[in-house]
């Protein structure tokens, strides 16, 4: 079963930068496993799929982050959030 098997519909639109309103496919719930060289966290997460070509390729909003327990440093391009195990996953943008 693929990921679009999987898609649920969802009405609506979402309202990115500047207030330009994107289509929304729909969405499908996945358990994401997250990781570093020495801790790993899985949650489920609520993936949106959007119409259009799109410089980013995933978005991570306030309900993520708050479900994960995430703490964001936009200067540093990291997200760092404890593990299951009590240790912290940092994840980096390269």
Same mark, same amino acid.
């Given at each position: 079963? =693929?990921?679009?098997?999987?898609?649920? &519909?969802?009405?609506?639109?979402? %309202? $990115?930068?500047?207030? /330009?309103?994107?289509?929304?496919?729909?969405?499908?719930?996945l358990? =994401?496993?997250?990781?570093?060289?020495? &801790?790993?966290?899985?949650i489920? %997460? $609520?993936?949106i799929? /959007?119409?259009?070509?799109?410089?980013?390729?995933?978005?991570?909003?306030?309900?993520?982050?708050?479900?994960?327990?995430?703490?964001?440093?936009?200067?540093?391009?990291?997200?760092?959030?404890?593990?299951?195990?009590?240790?912290?996953?940092?994840?980096?943008?390269?």
């Amino acid at each position: 079963m =693929t990921v679009s098997d999987q898609l649920k &519909s969802s009405d609506g639109v979402l %309202v $990115r930068f500047l207030a /330009v309103q994107v289509e929304v496919w729909g969405y499908v719930d996945l358990q =994401t496993t997250f990781t570093d060289e020495e &801790s790993i966290s899985t949650i489920m %997460v $609520r993936y949106i799929v /959007v119409k259009g070509p799109y410089t980013y390729n995933l978005l991570l909003g306030k309900p993520f982050l708050n479900k994960l327990g995430a703490l964001v440093s936009f200067i540093h391009f990291k997200v760092k959030f404890p593990a299951s195990k009590g240790n912290i996953v940092t994840l980096k943008v390269y």
